[in-house]
């Protein structure tokens, strides 16, 4: 099992950006492949970015392409998740989760962190 804790989130008003981080402890990071996923009230839980192992592939969720990016040091064994030009619809509940396969599917990841709160202000 992998544990994973993410940073905490915030309060960002529409256009700025944040950065969130997950760290984990456990099994070994490097590993697995590494996905964000968020959740808003009366929402399904959604996919928003992956990162494979090696942090050489990468895919985002089309409503975040171009204004997120997710990246991996496995020698701190922490990724991140970086948004930028953050809009309204980005509010939500942040959650990092691994996988030990290459999906970005949900029903693939096997262990997830708490999540963090992002609140985007129009």
């Known amino acids: 099992q992998v544990r994973l804790v993410e940073s905490r989130g915030g309060l960002v008003q529409a256009g700025g950006s944040l950065t969130l981080s997950c760290t984990a402890s456990?099994?070994?990071?490097?590993?697995?492949?590494m996905g964000w996923f968020r959740q808003t009230p009366g929402k399904e839980r959604e996919f928003v970015a992956a990162i494979e192992w090696r942090g050489g592939v990468t895919r985002y969720a089309d409503s975040v392409k171009g204004r997120f990016t997710i990246s991996r040091d496995n020698a701190k064994n922490t990724a991140y998740l970086q948004m930028n030009s953050l809009k309204p619809e980005d509010t939500g509940h942040y959650y990092c989760?691994?996988?030990?396969?290459?999906?970005?599917?949900?029903?693939?990841?096997?262990?997830w962190g708490q999540g963090t709160q992002v609140t985007v202000s129009s």
């Open positions: 456990g099994r070994t990071f490097s590993s697995y492949a």
């Open positions: 989760a691994v996988t030990a396969l290459w999906s970005v599917a949900e029903s693939f990841y096997h262990d």
